[in-house]
């Protein structure tokens, strides 16, 4: 099935080997250099989603190491997002606009990697017509046993859920999709993941002895708009295309997340 009719149906579509071996030996060093650099920061570093909704499933020690914005810690992740390839793929899916909202690396440590509940992304960042997509780079292998992300497949049908962030037991979630049962998205490194802002989606925990290392970006069509006092930072990288609703504001409160 054609990227975007798989995407239309199911919500969510794999681009297989986007990024070649030689690529991802540079972006896992980088990706290391980045761990290495964050685990010496200080700063809390485990963005662990700590939900009632995951707790049972996941060790109490469990962490998912993470940043958002690795394009501001290395030029190889901003050169990685404007590869063409990935851009002409998402751009089957949002059109000829693309703008990245933010991105996020994750690590889920061996053994130890912690659980994502099930959610819809679109109650975190909002936009005006519902284009917000996230593309999931892998730089490792993704499997059930590393923790790989798991989509409800054809839940971006559903809509807008009210309080679907993952936190809140939500009967139309919870008590008609497991996070178990939900399709494992099984990838080799250099696959790209894309899924819509209402898909179903989560992560079981890494119970393997090897780490899962992606990278997440999260992108919008040029001609939609993030909802007016959104918290979440928007970084508006125009990686295609022309972004519209940018105002002199806008691009001057470019906000970090607190
Ligand atoms: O990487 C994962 O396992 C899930 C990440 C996720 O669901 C998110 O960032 O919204």
Redesign the pocket.
């Known amino acids: 099935m054609k990227l975007k009719k798989h995407f239309e149906e199911k919500g969510y579509a794999i681009g297989e080997k986007i990024f070649s071996n030689d690529d991802l030996k540079i972006f896992n060093a980088e990706f290391d250099a980045i761990l290495n650099q964050l685990i010496h920061s200080g700063e809390n570093i485990n963005a662990k989603w700590e939900s009632s909704l995951t707790n049972h499933i996941e060790p109490k020690n469990s962490k998912?190491i993470h940043t958002h914005n690795v394009q501001s810690y290395s030029s190889i992740f901003l050169t990685m997002m404007q590869n063409a390839t990935l851009l002409d793929l998402i751009e089957e899916i949002i059109g000829p606009n693309i703008i990245m909202h933010h991105s996020?690396l994750?690590y889920?440590p061996p053994h130890q990697g912690s659980?994502?509940p099930l959610?819809q992304?679109w109650s975190?960042f909002p936009t005006k017509n519902n284009s917000m997509i996230?593309a999931?780079i892998h730089l490792s292998e993704s499997t059930p046993e590393t923790?790989?992300?798991?989509i409800v497949p054809g839940s971006h049908k559903i809509g807008k859920l009210e309080e679907s962030d993952?936190y809140t037991y939500i009967p139309k979630i919870h008590d008609e999709h497991e996070l178990e049962e939900a399709e494992p998205i099984i990838a080799e490194p250099g696959d790209v993941l894309f899924f819509h802002c209402f898909s179903l989606?989560?992560?079981m925990p890494n119970v393997s002895k090897n780490p899962?290392k992606?990278i997440?970006i999260?992108l919008y069509a040029g001609t939609d708009k993030v909802l007016d006092d959104n918290p979440h930072s928007n970084i508006q990288l125009v990686l295609r295309g022309f972004n519209y609703h940018a105002t002199r504001n806008s691009v001057n409160n470019i906000k970090t997340l607190s």
């Open positions: 998912v996020k994750f889920k659980a994502f959610h992304d975190y996230a999931v923790g790989c992300i798991r993952g989606h989560g992560s899962r992606t997440l999260q």
